[in-house]
């Protein structure tokens, strides 16, 4: 049994892997391998009790934080401009109320890098289309519980119904509905745990505007939508100003609401820390949680040592670029889709992974935290190379 001082590896994997994929894949996970090759781990990560009750004070902490630059940003079109969001999107943005605190997204997720020693700091906020939903809410806890480890992940289900009875979505939808496995069976898995009984999935390449109007490849009309779409690529796509005008218009109510936006913007991190050093907005208690969690972010490379530079809205590890202490490039992400001729860059200091030594082999472990219906839910391990990216691993995290 490997020992760091936060997390702890704990038990082998199963010889009858194939008879445990499919029973992951009768729970509704079904890309425990993804083609040909083992996505899951068949190891659970233990994370010590106090530092687990750090991070979950800290997210929430952090997510009031975050909840306070998006409206000192909102309405404020230089601000929405130094923070990346298309101009497409800003009518929608000052037109449309805000949710109430906490509740700007209600469906997000935190990653975090904890290192060997525990030491926590955040590299970003997925608070728009996060994934790994089903891993952390259906997996880690059937996994967790055959090695007598502990899972917070057992609350997810709850706030997840919590959170869709509010927005009450009549549709949920992805890209490439009922072929792009891990998309299809993430929206399957929310709708299932909303417990709402009329909610329609569909493909998001299915659907058009009609005057205003949101409508499916069976012209059925839709008005409140989920959407595992990210909101910027409607500066991108043919139908992304006929999707804007129907959420401006009030037509169409979007879940993860369209501030949703802001948060995602790594630029609002920047923002963040430029506010933090300029001790303007922050009271002493929101600096502290700033300076201790977050890390150094700016729209400029300004380093003397390393750092790290990637899209606003980079996603999968797409766009990343590492620095070592001399400021030459260290690694760049090749895998993932890289958003950075499309969106502005923020650099970020560097920031320890712990090491994890699997039977598959030693990787870095990031640490991810849904934060649902305003609440900080669940852990979701992610096992992969200096940069998570697509080809990560999916690897169970639980509290001892």
Known sequence: ?????????????????????????????????????????????????????????????????????????????????????????????????LNPEGMLSRYARFDFALSNEGTIKLLELNADTPTGYVEAAVAT?????????DSPNVRMKENLAAAWAEERPDTAACVAYGSHMEDSGTIEMLVRHSGLV????????????????LKDGDDRIIKRMFALYPKEWMAVDDGGEALAYAIESGNLQLFNPIHAILLQSKGLQALIWGLYELEMLFDAEEREVIGTYMLPTYNRAVFDGSFVSKSMFGREGGSVMLYNDEGDLEVKDEAGFDTSLLFPLVYQKRAELARVRLEAGEFHLLTGMFVINGTPSGLLGRAGGLITGNTSHFVAIGVK
Do not use: N
């Open 1 to 97: 049994m490997s020992h760091s001082a936060a997390f702890e590896v704990v038990g082998l994997p199963q010889p009858d892997r194939a008879e445990r994929v499919k029973a992951l894949a009768g729970m509704g996970f079904g890309w425990a391998d993804l083609d040909g090759e083992p996505y899951w781990l068949d190891q659970v990560v233990a994370l010590r009790k106090e530092i687990y009750m750090e991070l979950e004070a800290a997210s929430a902490k952090l997510w009031h934080v975050f909840d306070r630059a998006v409206r000192y940003v909102a309405g404020r079109h230089d601000l929405y401009a130094m923070i990346g969001i298309p101009e497409l999107l800003w009518e929608a943005l000052d037109t449309i109320a």
């Open 141 to 149: 806890p059937w996994l967790c519980a055959q090695h007598g480890i």
């Open 198 to 213: 009329d909610v329609t999935c569909t493909d998001c390449l299915e659907l058009w505007v009609d005057e205003g109007v």
